[in-house]
């Protein structure tokens, strides 16, 4: 996916998260969340969408310490939080859209640049978390397929790529994932150090999961189950995914 198509499914996903905040109530539980609520979730969103702004704004070339973040994250009243968050969220449309192609600045993930890299990023963020507040309704609109087999990517080829993190296993074992509706699948070897992945999904994987990719990127981002994919070989491959692979904020 290009920049633009990161950036028009982050406009979308950001839409479409505040109209179901709205919807659901501030006070909702999320389930795909468990022990957050709604309001939880806007501000760690809205505080997400401020953090990454302030990045591709200033060209900041390192991390934020723990004290400047704090200012991200500083929630006002529920009577203003859905227009906040929606404040937020435009902000960081439009920065990205205006941005110079040439941008530097800090990024955590490899990627052809680093607009690349906060475009694709906050798009999966925000739609993930656009899902987590559908949750709280009821009703999961549909995700593109490209977009989710993007999704998909990025976690085997840039979160789970670097070196360290909880997904690791001894003895090695392996996840190969195919797509059904995209060109797109990937095999990933979780060994006592880390993980290997490589494009293509390996028949001889210890555990192959075939389906739409929309249902992929939910069950591998621990939004879903694998009801309706299908899953063959040994499922506590599986398990140790849903257990070990799980991307939280630092």
């Known amino acids: 996916m290009e920049i633009r198509d990161h950036v028009a499914a982050l406009r979308d996903a950001g ?14 539980p999320v389930p795909t969340c468990p022990g957050w609520t709604v309001r939880d979730l806007l501000g760690h969103t809205g505080g997400v969408h401020r953090w990454a702004t302030a990045y591709v704004a200033t060209g900041k070339a390192e991390p934020f310490t723990d004290e400047e973040e704090t200012e991200f994250f500083s929630c006002p009243a529920d009577d203003t939080l859905i227009s906040w968050f929606r404040d937020g969220h435009a902000a960081l449309v439009g920065t990205l859209e205006q941005a110079d192609p040439d941008l530097a600045c800090w990024a955590f993930l490899r990627a052809p640049s680093p607009l690349a890299f906060w475009a694709r990023r906050q798009a999966h963020e925000t739609t993930i978390h656009r899902v987590d507040a559908e949750s709280a309704t009821g009703k999961i609109t ?46 990933i070897r979780v060994e006592p150090d880390g993980r290997t992945v490589t494009p293509g999904a390996r028949d001889d994987a210890d555990c192959v999961i075939s ?15 694998a009801g309706g994919l299908d899953v063959r070989g040994d499922r506590d491959v599986l398990a140790l995914w849903r257990e070990k692979a799980r991307i939280l904020w630092s």
Do not use: H, K
């Open 15 to 28: 839409v479409r998260m505040a109209e179901a905040a709205s919807q659901a109530g501030l006070d909702a």
């Open 142 to 187: 549909p995700i593109d397929p490209a977009l989710a087999a993007d999704g998909v990517d990025e976690l085997f080829d840039g979160f789970y790529a670097r070196p360290r993190g909880r997904l690791v296993a001894d003895p090695p074992v392996s996840l190969a994932v195919r797509a059904t509706d995209r060109a797109a699948s990937w095999t």
């Open 211 to 225: 389906g739409p990719a929309a249902e992929l990127y939910l069950l591998l981002w621990n939004r879903a189950d």
